[in-house]
T-cell receptor, first 112, second 115 residues
Framework: ETGVTQTPRHLVMGMTNKKSLKCEQH?????MYWYKQSAKKPLELMFV???????ENNSVPSRFSPECPNSSHLFLHLHTLQPEDSALYLC???????????FGNGTRLTVT | AQKITQTQPGMFVQEKEAVTLDCTYD???????LFWYKQPSSGEMIFLIY??????QNATEGRYSLNFQKARKSANLVISASQLGDSAMYFC????????????FGQGTELSVKP
């Protein structure tokens, strides 16, 4: 049990679909993050939320839309994705933005 | 520019032996933290060890130790007494204290432990 739970574990979607990735943390952390891990590339930070407020948006295309309704939940809404968006999407949390991150197991996304 | 470099795409080590995974970084900011994460095939990123730029001593956590050489800007991970379960991807990462939670990751090193 990592304390950070991501669902679904695997997702296959067409380019015209709309889907959402969910992340939930039970650690009482105040900061949550979305990272993208593509094959052969370093992890890329997408979004940072601190106390439910977005504090960083790393030039991510608008087809990715994050939502943080409370400090325990983080969503990534997906629409009209491209095949190059296929990757492992990792959610993480930390007590505050200056602490080590705790990651979930990730969602393996395939866009067809 | 802020950058993390891991020059070893893959490493092999015999079970019960020690192994060193290399990490060098580039920054002009004096305040930063260095992290190592392990990623098994399941995908989860597991935090292993942390070293702050002002820490005088090298960090240790069980079988993991960090060989921090600030002047050379290197933060190598040493795993002692390797176990089969240590086979995984290992990522070095850096964060600057004035940039909140943004972690910059290296490309990773795939470690394979042989029985």
């Amino acid at each position: 049990e990592t304390g950070v739970t991501q669902t679904p574990r695997h997702l296959v979607m067409g380019m015209t679909n709309k889907k959402s990735l969910k992340c939930e943390q039970h650690l009482g952390h105040n900061a949550m993050y979305w990272y993208k891990q593509s094959a052969k590339k370093p992890l890329e930070l997408m979004f940072v939320y601190s106390l439910e407020e977005r504090v960083e948006n790393n030039s991510v295309p608008s087809r990715f839309s994050p939502e943080c309704p409370n400090s325990s939940h983080l969503f990534l809404h997906l629409h009209t994705l491209q095949p190059e968006d296929s990757a492992l999407y990792l959610c993480a949390s930390s007590p505050e933005t200056g602490s080590p991150l705790h990651f979930g197991n990730g969602t393996r996304l395939t866009v067809t | 520019a802020q950058k993390i470099t891991q020059t070893q795409p893959g490493m092999f080590v015999q079970e019960k032996e020690a192994v060193t995974l290399d990490c060098t970084y580039d920054t002009s900011d004096p305040s930063y933290g260095l992290f190592w994460y392990k990623q098994p095939s399941s995908g989860e990123m597991i935090f292993l060890i942390y070293q702050g730029s002002y820490d005088q001593q090298n960090a240790t956590e069980g079988r993991y130790s960090l060989n921090f050489q600030k002047a050379r800007k290197s933060a190598n991970l040493v795993i002692s007494a390797s176990q089969l379960g240590d086979s995984a991807m290992y990522f070095c990462a850096m964060r600057h204290y004035n940039q909140g939670g943004k972690l910059i990751f290296g490309q990773g090193t795939e470690l394979s432990v042989k029985p």
